[in-house]
């Protein structure tokens, strides 16, 4: 048995999600390696080494990995896939990228969103967002994963000692190329990372007063910033925080849900939140049923008071 | 250029699916199906495209049991040109999908191919790379943006921490995030035009393909139950909870 994970990085450190990754492969049986696919990720591949419970890293060095497209970094998985029983990505949305090419290209089945490994070829994984789970069984050969991070500890991030390995690299595909991107600088903790989450829904009812109520109440606890659905779709923040089904999935030590009801598909996305609170003033919101702590208010009042209180 | 729409057939999104008591699955008897949600923006885009010129054919396309016809139907209804169904009562996993896929591309030649970028019952996120994969075509993941320049595909891409632009060849695979489009409403006259449009059936075996399952469902069981905590009368009752009952500030 030997365990292939896809790190997620920036070149110059490794992304929290590759942590939990491990810690499922680990719970696969055999080795564990790492692959580091990236542009100038000396720094990346060395952090990866450091990982508790990694026995090699693979660095893969490549302009054609600046911008970790799909079918570049598929090829690369492809390359060394021979070697490996299990290959696990993130399931965020640059793990989910890539991953079933990869799963296709073997001919195999895709496991997604795994949340419990129970044996080398059985897993645990939520269907109709998070209503049901499913215990599935792979018949093939290889398996490939992506691994919901919230189901999985962190592996440490120091303690490991991993040989680094350096490997020849694929061919640019040369069918897709990168023209830009819209990252939002910030300096709140990564919304899947974070330990206190702060989200706010349609009641807010627009971009202005969303930041005016929510930003302070983030900012005084150190949280990330979410959203339900409604918000987002409305445009009161950005894509990238919608909390749910098809959005992030989270699970922070305290998730505080200000003016959002509660859809099915919003509580897919943060009912394994260690405790919830809910402040909304219609007493009949479905975000009731899963909160610890309701308070039945108005939130333009509550959230201020709040900060205040704090 | 031709544009293949796949869509699928799904549990309502309104519905809350009950676990079988046996364990063996989810109740979908007699609860209503629609098609899924992110299908829908994928076919409301490859019309705009057809609206704007940079189309000239829009195809649905369904993999499942007979009443699959429904969706074609709906997708027709929204403007699609035609449609196939690759009819099987086959539990069809998305590996499966994307091997019809492959091969209705293989015949059809399409310039884009166009779908969600998950289905809201198995939540996979799988068939659209796939099928990229298998036809060794560029893929555009997670679209809130497509267009056509210069004979390629600029999207922009939703990415953990903000938005990406790619521009791929053509032909190539998109698949729809949320925020793509809103999907027209279905007017009746469409309906009924709809009903009159070319819906084409065939089974995998005509495509050639082997579509038993890979991965086998072993039990189906409900989720652990969070049970509603207490309503606090107050902020300051609220922060004291958090800080010495909770301990979590």
């Known amino acids: 048995m030997s365990n292939l994970v896809i790190a997620e990085h920036d070149n110059v450190s490794i992304k929290g999600a590759t942590l939990n990754t491990v810690t499922a492969a680990v719970a696969c049986g055999g080795d564990v390696h790492v692959l580091v696919a990236g542009h100038n990720a000396s720094a990346a591949a060395q952090a990866a080494s450091q990982i508790a419970g990694v026995s090699k890293v693979i660095h893969a060095d490549s302009e054609v990995f600046a911008h970790a497209l799909a079918e570049n970094v598929a090829a690369q998985v492809l390359a060394i896939a021979g070697n490996y029983t299990h290959i696990l990505f993130p399931a965020t949305a640059g793990g989910k990228n890539v991953s079933p090419r990869v799963a296709a290209k073997l001919d195999v089945a895709q496991l997604s969103d795994v949340t419990l490994v129970l044996s080398a070829d059985t897993f645990e994984r939520p269907i109709y967002a998070g209503n049901a789970i499913a215990t599935v069984q792979s018949k093939d050969a290889t398996k490939v994963l992506t691994v919901r991070t919230t189901g999985f500890d962190p592996a440490a991030a120091s303690g490991g000692s991993a040989s680094v390995e350096t490997i020849a690299v694929i061919a640019d595909s040369g069918k897709s190329a990168f023209k830009g991107s819209e990252i939002a600088k910030n300096d709140r903790p990564e919304l899947t990372a974070a330990k206190i989450i702060v989200s706010g829904g349609r009641a807010l009812g627009s971009a202005e007063k969303f930041a005016e109520v929510i930003t302070p109440l983030a900012d005084k606890l150190g949280a990330a910033m979410g959203a339900s659905r409604a918000a987002v779709d409305a445009g009161y923040a950005p894509n990238d925080w919608q909390v749910g089904q098809t959005g992030k999935i989270v699970a922070p030590q305290l998730y505080v849900a200000c003016g959002i009801s509660g859809a099915i598909q919003h509580l897919a996305g943060m009912k394994d939140s260690k405790v919830i609170v809910a402040i909304n003033k219609d007493p009949e919101a479905p975000i009731f049923s899963v909160a610890d702590y309701g308070l039945e208010a108005d939130l333009f009042v509550a959230v201020p008071e709040l900060v205040n209180a704090l | ?249």
Request: with cysteine.
């Open chain 2, 1 to 249: 250029m031709k544009i293949l729409v796949p869509v699928k057939r799904v549990v309502d999104y309104n519905v809350k699916v009950r676990v079988k008591s046996d364990g063996t699955g989810v109740d979908i008897a007699n609860v209503k199906m629609s098609m899924n949600p992110f299908d829908e923006i994928a076919v409301e885009e490859a019309v705009r495209l057809k609206e704007k010129g940079f189309a000239t054919e829009v195809i649905a396309v369904s993999c499942g049991v007979t009443q699959c016809q429904e969706t074609l139907r709906t997708a027709m209804a929204i403007g699609a040109d035609r449609a196939i169904l690759v009819e099987t009562t086959e539990d069809l996993q998305p590996l499966a999908v994307a091997k019809l896929l492959k091969a209705l591309v293989d015949k059809e030649q399409p310039g884009l191919i166009i779908l969600g970028k998950q289905a809201i019952d198995d939540d996979c996120n799988q068939t659209g790379q796939m099928l990229a994969a298998l036809a060794d075509l560029p893929q555009a993941t997670f679209a809130s943006k497509v267009e056509v320049v210069d004979g390629k595909a600029q999207v922009t891409r939703e990415i953990d921490g903000g938005l990406e632009i790619l521009s791929i060849n053509m032909p190539a695979v998109i698949t729809t995030d949320l925020r793509l489009n809103e999907p027209r409403y279905v007017t009746l006259p469409n309906i009924m035009k709809a009903k009159k449009k070319q819906l084409d059936t065939f089974k995998p075996e005509d495509l050639g393909v082997d579509v038993s399952p890979r991965i086998t469902t072993l039990k189906v069981s409900e989720p652990p139950k969070r049970s509603a905590g207490i309503k606090v009368p107050d902020v300051a009752s609220l922060v004291d909870k958090l800080k010495n009952v909770s301990k979590v500030i």
